[in-house]
């Protein structure tokens, strides 16, 4: 099956990125480096293109209860002009997609479902509506949109140049439509790197020109990833995926998203996780030797560490988890990590150890968002 492309395509292969494929789309890695654009984003301003992301619209009287009734969080309390971090969970409280949901008017709603996700979450809501017998609209609006985020410290006044002055007025997670290059645009105070920043949905039609009002470094995936490891934030399909690595919202330290006072789907299986506490916790890890702890590396028990002292650094047992995510920290210098552990061992200071091609690396255990301390 070939790969889906954003609007962007042919604007990124004349600029020279480097592709990859990512959640079926053909998506830029990286354009210059991924040093140079991370630290572009910590420093300046970047933008990526995210087109890849999906769009989802709901409109019509019962619209915020279909979202109600298939997200963790309490839509009904959502502002017009207001955006909302959720989850989409099953009937076992296992998280299916993570997403933003935005309030456009009192009876419309879009919501961004990570790449690739958008059929399966479209056949979700339709089959809901037409099950629960609600009377409001679904329309898959991924390829009607382009989506790009600009991030950084001067975020604001490059999108203030781009938008107008107004744009300054946009709150942290609120959003307002704007004129961006002549194109009705959405500007959402939201983004992914840890940094203030924009999210910018424009008509597929005018997505070069909305692109090419903003003059600063473009970023691709790769520096996406390593600024979103260094801040803690979960990557669908890698730190969670139904099958290969099934977790629920408390598992995953993202319970502020859940209301339990609410009724959806994997609501009453959450409040026993909420009861009696998570098995496993999302942790961060901070490497104390050299190495860097990539995706799929066991992470080893406290004993084991103590064995691998005795026995010159090797060990071969009593993994406790995987690392989901792992880098390089372009900003900190040092290798850092994420993934889970069992409840016991999550307590931020516990030393692990990361089995590294053979060798028990010694790591500390942190609270994910290595930016904070």
Avoid at 281 to 310: K, N, Q
């Amino acid at each position: 099956m070939s790969l889906r492309t954003p609007p962007l395509s042919d604007v990124h292969e004349d600029r020279g990125a480097k592709t990859t494929e990512f959640g079926g789309w053909e998506m830029p890695v990286e354009f210059d480096s991924i040093r140079e654009e991370h630290e572009a984003v910590r420093e300046e301003v970047g933008i990526f293109d995210v087109s890849h992301m999906g769009e989802i619209e709901v409109s019509g009287p019962d619209a915020a209860a279909l979202l109600q009734g298939l997200t963790t969080n309490d839509v009904e309390s959502l502002s017009v002009g207001r955006a909302q971090y959720s989850m989409i969970t099953d009937e076992e409280g296992t998280i299916l997609d993570d997403t933003v949901i935005y309030r456009l008017d009192d009876e419309e709603f879009l919501f961004i479902p990570n790449a690739g996700h958008d059929q399966e979450m479209y056949d979700r809501w339709e089959d809901h509506r037409g099950e629960w017998d609600l009377d409001c609209d679904v329309e898959n609006r991924t390829e009607g949109w382009a989506m790009f985020a600009v991030q950084g410290p001067d975020a604001e006044d490059l999108v203030a140049e781009a938008a107008g002055e107004e744009a300054r007025e946009v709150g942290r997670f609120a959003l307002s439509r704007m004129a961006v290059a002549g194109a009705d645009c959405l500007l959402a105070r939201t983004g992914y790197t840890g940094e203030d920043g924009f999210e910018v949905l424009a008509p597929s039609d005018d997505a070069v020109a909305v692109w090419r009002e903003f003059d600063c470094q473009p970023c691709g995936l790769g520096a996406r990833d390593t600024l979103r490891i260094e801040a803690g934030f979960l990557l669908s399909g890698q730190d969670f995926h139904p099958e290969e690595n099934p977790r629920n919202p408390y598992e995953a330290r993202v319970g502020f998203a859940v209301d339990l006072d609410t009724e959806f789907v994997g609501r009453d299986a959450l409040a026993r996780v909420n009861d009696e506490g998570p098995e496993e916790l999302f942790v961060g890890l901070r490497l104390l030797e050299r190495g860097v702890p990539r995706h799929g590396y066991e992470i080893l028990a406290p004993a084991a560490t103590a064995a691998s002292d005795r026995a010159g650094g090797h060990v071969d047992d009593q993994p406790i988890g995987e690392v989901t995510s792992g880098t390089m920290s372009p900003t900190l210098g040092e290798p850092i990590g994420l993934g889970y552990v069992p409840a016991e061992y999550a307590e931020a200071g516990t030393e692990v150890a990361v089995r590294i091609r053979g060798d028990a690396k010694r790591a500390r255990i942190e609270t994910p968002g290595f930016l904070e301390d």
